[in-house]
Structure formats: structure tokens, C-alpha cells
T-cell receptor, first 112, second 112 residues
Framework: ETGVTQSPTHLIKTRGQQVTLRCSSQ?????VSWYQQALGQGPQFIFQ???????GRGNFPPRFSGLQFPNYSSELNVNALELDDSALYLC???????????FGPGTRLTVL | ELKVEQNPLFLSMQEGKNYTIYCNYS?????LYWYRQDPGKSLESLFV?????AVKQEGRLMASLDTKARLSTLHITAAVHDLSATYFC????????????FGTGTSLTVIP
């Protein structure tokens, strides 16, 4: 059984740029959630995708957007990057929309 | 505004000692999760608590849930150095069913 994978591991961007982060869910999981974890804080829910549709969103602006593909992998897109977007971005997959979530290794994004 | 508060935020304890980490939350929920995070790493699932009065134990860690008091505890028995990490609780509110709200985290250091 393959766990949750994310790419890239690290990323450096400058303010105003756009970034795409990728996540492959654990085998058999149809739900993917994205979280932002700033340094020294707990993860904050960005949004969740279930069967290719957004299924809940946290308190993040529209420049944070996502996609889920038929194979249940997912992308997180962030436009017009700001310095405060620097964080660890975690992807988590689960069997259903309300179930234990298994986290990937994360993508460390640095915005300069 | 939903709040998930953990205390203490920082905990330094000697090997062999016992201690309890508390997680208080401000919403209705029957589901609470505990995760462990090592520095620079992702989140590792420790416990899934799905009902009032649930108690789970794994090794030197035991977690419990009191939904009426909106309180979960993570008890550490006879701490060892390998338990040094940051511990997060996460609440899944009943009215959302899919969004995890994480606590502030408790950074545990076990001193040999």
C-alpha cells in the first residue's frame, strides 16, 4: 500500500509569483484535504476535495485554489504569493469525507 | 470562532515521569484525533477517538475523550526520550463533518 506523497519537497518563490503543489493520495482514498502549517503553529484547514469536487473550505482567500483528478490525486494552486504564504503545506487523504486523515510529508514553501 | 487549545504549550520532563496534555475545544464534536510531529516532518496519527468516553492506549501513551466537557487528554506514562516531539489534537466539528481544526500543539522534551 502506497502512502500519501507530495511534490516538490521544497520550493522557493518570490512575491507575486504563482505556485502549484501536488499530492497523490493513499491507495483507495477518494478524499484529499490541504492544510497550511506556519512555523510553530498547528495546521490550518485550506479545503477538501471529494470525487473531484470541493467539499468544504477554510478561511483562505480565493487565490488559494485546488483540483482533484479522476485518480484522486490533487493540486493546490496559490496565486499572487505573499510573504505570509511561507509555510509547510500538508496534504492528507482519507477513505471518506469524515474519516481519519493520513498526512503526506509536506511541501516547504518559502516566499522571498 | 472555533477554538482548540492545548496546554501546556511546552513541556520538559524527566525520563520515567508521568504527565498529561490537555486539549479543550469550543464546538460540538464526537471525533477527536491525536497526532505526533517530529521536527521538519509530517504528522503521524496516534489515536482516533470517536465517541464520548473513548479511551485508547498504545505503549506509554493513553488518550481519552469527554465530549460533554469538550476535553481530551493525552497521558504519558514513564516517559522515555523517544517520545520527544510536538503533539497535536485535532477536532472534527459535528456541523462540518470534514474539516479538522488543530490545536496549538504541545512541544514535549524528555530529558534523559
Amino acid at each position: 500500500e502506497t502512502g500519501v506523497t507530495q511534490s516538490p519537497t521544497h520550493l522557493i518563490k518570490t512575491r507575486g509569483q504563482q505556485v502549484t503543489l501536488r499530492c497523490s493520495s493513499q491507495s483507495g482514498h477518494n478524499t484529499v484535504s490541504w492544510y497550511q502549517q506556519a512555523l510553530g503553529q498547528g495546521p490550518q484547514f485550506i479545503f477538501q476535495y471529494y470525487r473531484e469536487e470541493e467539499n468544504g473550505r477554510g478561511n483562505f482567500p480565493p487565490r488559494f485554489s485546488g483540483l482533484q483528478f479522476p485518480n484522486y490525486s490533487s493540486e493546490l494552486n496559490v496565486n499572487a504569493l505573499e510573504l505570509d504564504d511561507s509555510a509547510l503545506y500538508l496534504c492528507a487523504s482519507s477513505l471518506r469525507t469524515s474519516d481519519e486523515q493520513f498526512f503526506g510529508p509536506g511541501t516547504r514553501l518559502t516566499v522571498l | 470562532e472555533l477554538k482548540v487549545e492545548q496546554n501546556p504549550l511546552f513541556l520538559s520532563m524527566q525520563e520515567g515521569k508521568n504527565y498529561t496534555i490537555y486539549c479543550n475545544y469550543s464546538t460540538t464534536s464526537d471525533r477527536l484525533y491525536w497526532y505526533r510531529q517530529d521536527p521538519g516532518k509530517s504528522l503521524e496519527s496516534l489515536f482516533v477517538l470517536l465517541s464520548n468516553g473513548a479511551v485508547k492506549q498504545e505503549g506509554r501513551l493513553m488518550a481519552s475523550l469527554d465530549t460533554k466537557a469538550r476535553l481530551s487528554t493525552l497521558h504519558i506514562t514513564a516517559a522515555v526520550h523517544d517520545l520527544s516531539a510536538t503533539y497535536f489534537c485535532a477536532v472534527e466539528p459535528s456541523n462540518t463533518g470534514n474539516q479538522f481544526y488543530f490545536g496549538t500543539g504541545t512541544s514535549l522534551t524528555v530529558i534523559p
